[in-house]
């Protein structure tokens, strides 16, 4: 006898009416199969419109959605209104539900045998803890799906007019975390940062930013080296500093608005100024978005 494993159908030779057959059975479903997988679901920077057809579909279909504080409010908009809304995110000034919490939320939702979309900010695999929580769905036997978002830093430099690459001034770029969960600055290697022919794009970078301009500089980056924070990349209210690694810090401690930032450093920001395609309708046409270092 032999059971195809991993199907749902095994088959055997077995004795029927005094002859050998070749006998087929629905196997037994595992717990496994009788859940819906968790979908884990990138939500991309902010405009609604580069979510992935498949977000999309997934989210019109959802019966919970457990959503980050970095999903838009547009992104938002699009979950049905019968489906329930989990807010995972701030909870209170500064806390947060604790990511143990956020598991474990996953696997009761999922065990409930309703549909559920984890919706993550940008790429939940990008700084999103997307491989913790399917790491834990995982251990528990829960079945899930990726589904990957744009992340931030593909589409803010894309609405600031920053290519990351391009020939002649980058032929590499770096994903890097300018912040850990603790607060503490994450022990970079500024040596390897300081490559003038590599663009960095740092998230979560905005609380040190003044540390991580010295360091580049201190291990060789230019001071002259062009340096952008975007500030609510993709969104109505997207706001784009362009200046040099020297004034970034004086730059982006002088804005006094909360918003989600994205530092990019390395020669390609210069393209900004030819590039800058995106004008969000905001409500002061004046002022474009883009302000340059004097
Ligand atoms: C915890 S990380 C999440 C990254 C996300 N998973 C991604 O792929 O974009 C949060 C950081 O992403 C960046 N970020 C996310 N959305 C952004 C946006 N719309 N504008 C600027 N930066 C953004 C900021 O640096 C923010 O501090």
Redesign the pocket.
């Known amino acids: 006898m032999e059971a195809l494993a991993g199907h749902r159908f095994f088959a055997y030779e077995g004795r029927i009416g005094g002859k050998t057959r070749i006998v087929v059975k629905k196997r037994k479903p595992l717990v496994a199969d009788a859940l819906s997988p968790v979908y884990l679901v990138g939500a991309g920077?902010?405009d609604p419109e580069l979510l992935t057809v498949k977000a999309l579909r997934l989210l019109g279909e959802a019966d919970v959605v457990v959503y980050d504080r970095?999903v838009s409010e547009e992104v938002l908009a699009l979950i049905p209104s019968g489906a329930t809304r989990i807010f995972a995110g701030k909870v209170a000034r500064h806390h947060y539900m604790p990511q143990a919490e956020i598991n474990e939320l996953l696997v009761g939702l999922a065990r409930s045998g309703r549909k559920v979309v984890r919706l993550?900010?940008?790429?939940p695999f990008?700084?999103?803890r997307g491989g913790e929580e399917a790491a834990r769905l995982a251990e528990s036997g829960i079945p899930f799906e990726v589904v990957p978002g744009v992340?931030?830093a593909s589409g803010?430099s894309a609405y600031a007019g920053i290519p990351l690459t391009h020939r002649g001034l980058a032929h590499s770029v770096r994903y890097v975390a300018g912040y850990t969960q603790e607060g503490e600055i994450i022990d970079l290697n500024w040596a390897s940062l300081a490559d003038p022919d590599t663009t960095l794009v740092i998230?979560?970078?905005r609380t040190n930013v003044r540390r991580l301009g010295e360091q580049l500089i201190a291990h060789g980056l230019s001071a002259e080296t062009p340096a952008a924070a975007?500030?609510?990349?993709?969104?109505p209210d997207q706001r784009t500093v362009v200046t040099t690694l020297t004034f970034l810090a004086d730059r982006v401690e002088a804005l006094n608005v909360a918003a989600?930032?994205?530092l990019v450093i390395g020669r390609v920001v210069s393209l900004a100024e030819v590039l800058a395609w995106y004008a969000p309708d905001s409500a002061d046409h004046d002022d474009p978005g883009t302000s340059k270092v004097p």
Do not use: A, E, H, W
Request: overall charge positive; charged content about 10%.
């Open positions: 920077p902010g970095l993550k900010g940008g790429d990008v700084f999103g992340t931030s803010c998230y979560m970078g975007i500030l609510n990349g993709t969104r989600p930032t994205l």
